[in-house]
């Protein structure tokens, strides 16, 4: 079996990106004063999930339930070029957090 060091990366970067999706649902959530209970009442989804999400340790999550989440706490996915340099809006909004 052949692992190249990319693959790892690949992996690292995945959960580390998970993590930080987790880390503002979670905020977001407690900012609305919302439990993970209601949250996942309105999504279909039991507590336990939604636990799993915001510490990012979820082994699967489809791109419609995650859109889904964001959409309920008014939250957004944005997609950039990687390794770029973050813009000045998005320093602005990592303030908000």
């Known amino acids: 079996m052949h692992l190249s060091l990319d693959g ?4 690292a970067y995945d959960v580390i990106m998970l993590f930080e999706i987790g880390k503002h649902i979670r905020q977001e959530r407690k900012k ?8 996942g009442e309105l999504l279909g ?3 336990t999930t939604i636990g ?3 510490n990012g340790i979820i082994q699967d ?5 995650l ?3 964001l959409e309920i706490l008014d939250l957004e996915l944005r997609v950039r ?5 973050p813009t000045l809006d998005e320093l602005r909004d990592e303030d908000d957090f």
Not at 32 to 39: H, I, N, T, Y
Not at 61 to 65: L, N, Q, S, W
């Open 32 to 39: 609305r004063k919302m439990s993970q209970v209601k949250l």
């Open 45 to 47: 989804m039991s507590r």
């Open 81 to 85: 070029r990687a390794n770029s340099r």
């Open 52 to 54: 799993q999400i915001e």
């Open 8 to 11: 790892l990366f690949c992996i």
């Open 67 to 69: 859109i889904r989440i």
């Open 61 to 65: 999550i489809g791109v419609r339930k």
